[in-house]
């Protein structure tokens, strides 16, 4: 779990990644790079849930998606300090995309995870 969401935090702070994946010069590459943020996070989530249920954390899907939440938040102030200028309304775009993949993220644990008798 901790070297995935390194390796996406570290990925989030690439403008070289960012130019990749999703180019500026296309119209919608904002809507794109949000699309690849929830992947993103989704995957994260999962994670997290997993290590979550492995060390008998709280199951309610509502831990997942704050702990998601709150790390796309830190995503954000480091690329604050990076010199992102997006302001405070694109930071709370990413965060609530960041929520819908601890969302995601949790759902697909569940699905996938039999549950103990």
């Known amino acids: 779990m901790c070297g995935l969401a390194i390796v996406f935090f ?11 994946t999703s ?6 590459h ?7 943020s929830i ?3 989704s995957l994260v989530g999962y994670a997290a849930r997993r ?15 704050l702990a998601v939440a709150a790390y796309s938040g830190l ?11 997006e302001g405070l309304a694109w930071n709370t775009i990413d965060v609530v995309c960041g ?3 601890g969302l995601i993220g949790n759902a697909i644990v569940r699905r996938t995870t039999p549950t103990p008798r």
């Open 75 to 85: 995503i954000e102030v480091a690329q604050a300090l990076e010199g992102s200028q």
């Open 30 to 36: 904002v809507a794109l790079r949000k699309v690849y």
């Open 51 to 65: 290590a979550f249920d492995e060390h008998a954390i709280s199951r309610s899907p509502l831990v997942t998606i």
């Open 10 to 20: 570290a990925l989030a702070l690439s403008t070289t990644v960012y130019e990749m």
């Open 39 to 41: 992947a993103a996070f």
């Open 99 to 101: 929520a819908i993949g």
């Open 23 to 28: 180019p500026s010069a296309l119209f919608w």
